[in-house]
Structures are given as structure tokens and as C-alpha cells.
């Protein structure tokens, strides 16, 4: 079993993007979710901690960074990192 980050939708998009990921195996993992800009700058974390393993989790991107400054058209990549693996999608900002 693997934990999986699946392809966000809809993409592109314009404003907010749903991001989902599969964790495997029981009880709960530790899991970052950020959006990194295509220099592999994180732009934003959007989950940072423990969730339940053993099922889907979905959350949501609105196109801001951190500071909640709207970010400009392009790619970005989601990457998920569970335990040291980190899985990454390409994401597509438009205007």
C-alpha cells in the first residue's frame, strides 16, 4: 500500500483548485501538503500534521500564498510528503 497524490481539479483553474490524496495503511500519518512555485519555492503549506490513514482527504487552494497575496498566472506543482516520499502535481494557475 502506497499514499497517493491524486491529480487536482479542475486544471487548469481559476480560483480554487481541489487537491486530492490517498493515505495508506492505519491509524493516522504525518503528512505536508504545499504548493511550490515552478523554482521549488513553497508558496503556500496547506496541511501540516497528522490525519487519518486509510482513506481519501481532499483540500483546497485559492491562488494565494501564505500572506494571502493572489499569486499570477503559471505552474505550480502540489507535493505531498508522507514519512520521507514525496509525490508531486503539476498545477495551472490561469487569469
Do not use: C
Request: overall charge positive.
Amino acid at each position: 500500500a502506497r499514499h497517493v497524490l491524486l491529480d487536482g481539479y479542475p486544471n487548469p483553474f481559476n480560483p480554487m483548485v481541489r487537491i486530492p490524496f490517498e493515505l495508506a495503511g492505519e491509524g493516522s500519518q504525518n503528512v505536508k501538503l504545499e504548493i511550490v512555485d515552478v523554482r521549488g519555492r513553497v508558496v503556500k503549506t496547506l496541511v501540516e500534521g497528522d490525519r487519518p490513514a486509510g482513506q481519501r482527504h481532499e483540500v483546497s487552494w485559492d491562488g494565494t500564498d501564505e500572506t494571502g497575496r493572489r499569486m499570477p498566472s503559471g505552474a505550480y506543482m502540489s507535493r505531498l510528503t508522507v514519512g520521507g516520499q514525496s509525490q508531486a502535481r503539476l498545477l495551472t494557475l490561469v487569469k
